[in-house]
């Protein structure tokens, strides 16, 4: 019985220390401005046959009423277009086919560069997700007028 | 003549209390009203943002023309698997425009010149990316003034960035 409150305790004393160490972590500093705004992603695409002017000023138009793109530019010339996106409400793939019938539009993609140097062992999606949830425990944040 | 003298009295104290109130609001019509921050002008955050997320459109845009003039510098952003950089680019940006406007948080990223150690930058590609900054704030409907002042406010930044 001892044994087990003992345990208890002590899991639960850690268990608060735990929390008051997260706690304390997330609000040390002020947040940043940019966690605010929702996470974008970008996109580009290669879309033929778009001449400039009219047609491109349709094009635009037309990425801006798909939900979740946030921002595009098209430049008719390079047939080029790219775009900013939320990714919890549009992917890349699904952009083409919103375009279609009218444009016909195919995902860009540079190919990755050969890595040179030293990289960071940690993948930054792990990094991000990290700062995410310290903002998502930052009390501070309320305190921000942005 | 009494109860005359009184209410002559009362109306010249009335008279004498709206005057000075009167002069008090001039005097405060007169005082320098405190002018909103570059940040609040523009629009606060949402407007930073979307400035900033035409930039990177602009940017991601121009290198993939021919002629592109930030392909070497800005090309790694398109690579296949790099979004989390842009990301990362889009933070930095949001964070030193809001602040150099006066926005409520600080930049805590690397100083400029850290940044851009070792890229080389060129007089041409710091020109052409003001460029792009411009033509995303036109784009948004930021007003030449407003315009003109974030360039002014960012410029001093270029001795920080070319030739590192």
Request: glycine share 8%; aromatic share 6%; proline share 6%.
């Amino acid at each position: 019985m001892l044994k087990t409150t003992g345990i208890g305790l002590l899991i639960r004393r850690l268990g608060l220390g735990s929390v008051a160490a997260v706690l304390l972590w997330a609000n040390w500093q002020e947040p940043n401005l940019h966690d605010y705004p929702a996470p974008i992603g970008v996109g580009a695409l290669r879309v033929a046959g778009v001449q400039p002017g009219a047609q491109a000023a349709a094009l635009r138009a037309r990425l801006l009423r798909v939900p979740g793109i946030t921002a595009c530019t098209v430049s008719a010339d390079a047939h080029a277009v790219a775009y900013t996106y939320h990714p919890d409400e549009v992917q890349p793939a699904q952009v083409p086919q919103q375009l279609a019938p009218a444009f016909q539009a195919q995902v860009y993609e540079a190919p990755a560069a050969p890595v040179a140097g030293p990289q960071c062992p940690v993948p930054l999606g792990y990094v991000q997700a990290l700062e995410q949830l310290r903002f998502t425990l930052n009390l501070r944040r309320f305190l921000v007028k942005i | 003549m009494l109860n005359i003298t009184r209410k002559l009295s009362l109306s010249l104290l009335v008279a004498a209390s709206l005057l000075g109130t009167l002069s008090a609001c001039k005097k405060n019509e007169e005082a320098p009203v405190a002018q909103a921050s570059l940040y609040d002008r523009l629009g606060g955050l949402p407007a930073v943002t979307a400035v900033v997320d035409q930039f990177i459109t602009n940017v991601v845009a121009e290198t993939m023309t021919s002629n592109s003039k930030l392909k070497r510098t800005f090309d790694p952003l398109v690579q296949s698997g790099n979004s989390y950089r842009v990301a990362s680019l889009r933070n930095h940006l949001i964070d030193q425009i809001g602040q150099a406007a006066g926005g409520p948080l600080v930049y805590k990223g690397k100083t400029m010149q850290a940044a851009h150690q070792g890229m080389a930058i060129t007089d041409v590609e710091f020109n052409a990316l003001v460029a792009e900054l411009a033509k995303a704030m036109t784009s948004k409907g930021v007003p030449a003034a407003q315009q003109t002042e974030v360039v002014t406010i960012l410029s001093p930044l270029k001795s920080t960035i070319v030739g590192q």
